[in-house]
């Protein structure tokens, strides 16, 4: 279990992670074994991240390319939206500066809602619900165990914005998204180009499009044959004996110049898409039975938190071929879902005491069954903050 200091909150698992140093990526040469090195991995406490009041993080974490960590945390109710959640976006340097994102202030928008982010090495992206006008009216207002409460609602019309700020949190612009599907996750090319996942609202099935800067639709992408599911609803559980369905949960992760899309938690393929818009497929080579949950994002290798469920391991994946060229095993208790990122071949992430934010970094140790590695170079380093 992670730290007990972390409060639960219902948008997504909390969690406190670690900060440690994987393995060295895999050599372009021949390997001397076929079994891939494994690794035990333990942690110890760094330095407190001044600035920074954590009760909860919700995930996704992201990071970019120089290790800079970003995550959102639960915002106290507004009196006039009791039930509707809210987040603020922090994002978390490794010499520990902090920047924060505000979505409350947003010229000419009213009723900001977010929806998803993305981090790039220019911009942080917001995939946003907002209104051009405020159009307040009262409401009696359902939370979804049925409690009631009166307040006031903006009754204008809402639609989808993508609102650009640059890295140290300053509003740049706001840009209205073509309406041409529904759009349920945002990601952006080094180009200023965006990529776009979501839905047909005819028949649900997954879209994959190419944005230009302005918001306006380039193309659709192909996705090939059997790498996607029919429909991007699955079913789901309810309470009332009726039949239910939410939308199938999907991650971006920079990979170089394209973006990696994770159809979390199924056994379909990861999907590399480039600036120009072509789809490659990548299978991981896992052990049978073992399938992708989410990417941790990283400035290298592809490292993977899979379903082995109640052991916290991390594969690390070859981009090209998608074999496995690691594995990490988290000690202490802690779950994968625990690492942030991984850059210069650390895992960065933090844990929580008292409300305060703590980076955490991980010794590694070679399990018992992985092969000897090389004395010609060391297989990992450790690396305090």
């Known amino acids: 279990m992670i730290s007990t200091t972390l409060l639960c909150v219902s948008l997504s698992t909390l969690l406190t992670s670690m900060f440690l140093t994987p393995s060295a990526r895999a050599d372009s040469g021949p390997q001397s074994s ?23 993080i919700v995930l996704p974490f992201q990071c970019v390319e120089d290790g800079t960590v970003y995550f959102n945390q639960p915002k106290p ?17 490794p010499s520990r500066e902090v920047h924060t994102f505000l979505l409350s202030h947003i010229p000419d928008l009213f009723d900001v809602q977010e929806r998803d982010f993305y981090a790039s090495d220019s911009h942080v992206v917001f995939l946003v619900k907002a209104a051009r006008e405020n159009k307040q009216a009262m409401k009696t207002l359902k939370a979804p165990d049925g409690a009631e409460a009166h307040g006031s609602e903006n009754n204008a019309e809402h639609r989808p914005y993508i609102l650009v700020f640059d890295r140290e949190g300053r509003y740049e612009e706001a840009v209205e998204v073509d309406d041409a599907f529904a759009i349920i996750k945002i990601s952006e090319f080094p180009s200023g180009s965006f990529l776009a996942y979501g839905y047909e609202r005819s028949d649900h099935s997954p879209k994959l499009a190419m944005l230009k800067d302005d918001g306006k639709l380039i193309k659709f992408l192909e996705i090939p044959s059997g790498a996607a599911p029919q429909s991007a609803f699955i079913p789901a559980p309810s309470d009332r004996g009726t039949s239910a369905a939410r939308i199938a949960s999907a991650q971006f992760v920079r990979s170089e110049r394209n973006i990696v ?6 056994d379909f393929p990861l999907l590399e898409v480039s600036e120009a818009g072509t789809v490659r497929v990548i299978r991981p080579k896992l ?28 594969y690390e994946l070859n981009p090209q071929d998608g074999e496995v060229v690691g594995r990490f095993e988290i000690a202490d208790g802690r779950q994968a879902a625990n690492v942030a990122c991984v850059h210069d ?23 018992a069954a992985s092969p000897k590695p090389s004395t010609s170079r060391p297989v990992v380093e450790v690396h305090n903050p």
């Open 345 to 367: 071949r650390k895992f960065l992430s933090f844990d929580s005491g008292h409300g305060k934010l703590i980076q955490l970094f991980g010794k590694l140790e070679p399990s």
């Open 261 to 266: 899309v994770v159809q979390n938690k199924t």
């Open 34 to 56: 076929p079994v891939p090195p494994s690794y035990a991995v333990s942690f110890e406490r760094g330095e407190e991240v001044p600035g920074v009041d954590a009760p909860a």
């Open 287 to 314: 052990p049978e039975g073992v399938r992708v949950d989410t990417l941790i994002p990283s400035d290298g290798n592809l490292y993977a938190r899979v379903n082995e469920s109640g052991i916290g391991l991390i």
């Open 77 to 93: 109710p507004d009196a006039a939206a009791p039930f509707t959640p809210s987040l603020e976006l922090s994002s978390v340097s």
